[in-house]
């Protein structure tokens, strides 16, 4: 049975990250704000779409390695935010642990699609 994708853990999780990178980059100062805040904001917003597509797609595991890549992205820039001082260590731990469990479940469920 194909289980609605907003109802997988997930999801529910990368969602989340959504929302806390809406929230963290409308503090961006003006210089990063319009550059590295809209790129992590599609960033972001792309993970969705991979677990959409891989929820409803035969071939998973295409779709859960694109999710894969732009997840790594998304690291990048958050560690790009800290090292600019724009991202404090404490928000950065936040946004790891949580990240940390979405690339546990999405490599678990590419593992199981293979």
């Not at 809406?22 to 993970?47: C, H, I, V």
């Not at 260590?89 to 790891?96: D, G, V």
């Amino acid at each position: 049975m194909l289980w609605p994708y907003h109802s997988l853990p997930v999801y529910r999780d990368t969602y989340k990250l959504v929302l806390a990178v809406f929230e963290l980059s409308k503090d961006f100062p003006k210089d990063y704000k319009y550059t590295l805040g809209q790129d992590m904001k599609r960033d972001a917003l792309q993970l969705v779409r991979s677990i959409y597509r891989a929820n409803k797609s035969s071939q998973k595991k295409e779709h859960l390695e694109c999710f894969l890549d732009e997840f790594e992205l998304l690291k990048l820039e958050i560690r790009l935010c800290v090292d600019l001082k724009i991202l404090s260590f404490k928000k950065q731990a936040e946004l790891t642990l949580l990240m940390d469990s979405i690339g546990k479940q999405v490599t678990g469920w590419r593992n199981a699609s293979q």
